[in-house]
C-alpha cells in the first residue's frame, strides 16, 4: 500500500471570510489577473464557475514549471469551504488521491483565516510527497489576499 497523509496549514488573511470564500467559489475567472505568477488560466470543462460538482481546469506554475490540473468541485457554503478532488494533470501522474480544501474561517471582526487541508496518497511509495504543492496551495491563499481586499 502507498504511502498516505494529510498536510494542514493555516493563512492569515485580511476582511471578510465571507468575501475571500466567494472569490474561491466564485470567482476563479479572476485568478489569472489577479495571482498569473502562479495561475495562468482557469476554464469551467463541466458545470458553471459556481456550482457544486463543477469541473474545473487550472494552468499553472508550480516550482518553475509549467502544469495543468482538473478538479471537480464541492462547495460547503455553511462551513465557507471549497474542495478541489484531484482528477487528472501533473499531480495526479504522483498521486492516487489529492483533495485540497480551503476553509475561510473568521475569529474576530479583523482575523481571518484560511484553514488549507491537504488530503493526499501515493501512487507508488516512489513518489514524492507533495510539500512543494502544499506550499504552492498556501502561497495561493496568501497571495489571493491583496486582490480580495481590493475589490
Not at 494529510?6 to 485568478?31: C, D, I, M, Q
Not at 495543468?68 to 501522474?93: P, S, Y
Not at 502561497?139 to 489576499?145: E, K, Q, S, T
Amino acid at each position: 500500500m502507498a504511502t498516505s497523509g494529510t498536510y494542514v496549514t493555516e493563512v492569515p488573511l485580511k476582511g471578510s471570510a465571507e468575501k475571500h470564500y466567494k472569490r474561491w467559489k466564485n470567482e476563479n475567472h479572476l485568478f489569472p489577473d489577479a495571482i498569473g505568477h502562479h495561475i495562468q488560466g482557469v476554464t469551467v470543462h463541466d458545470g458553471e464557475w459556481d456550482s457544486h460538482g463543477s469541473i474545473k481546469i487550472w494552468n499553472y506554475t508550480c516550482d518553475g514549471k509549467q502544469e495543468v490540473f482538473k478538479e471537480r468541485r464541492e462547495n460547503d457554503d455553511e462551513n465557507m469551504a471549497v474542495t478541489l478532488r484531484g482528477l487528472e494533470g501533473h499531480v495526479m501522474e504522483q498521486l492516487k488521491v489529492y483533495d485540497v480544501i480551503f476553509q475561510f474561517i473568521q475569529k474576530s471582526p479583523s482575523d481571518i483565516v484560511c484553514k488549507i487541508t491537504m488530503i493526499w496518497e501515493k501512487r507508488t511509495d516512489d513518489s514524492p510527497e507533495p510539500i512543494n504543492y502544499m506550499k504552492f496551495v498556501k502561497n495561493l491563499a496568501a497571495d489571493m489576499d491583496h486582490h480580495v481586499i481590493k475589490s
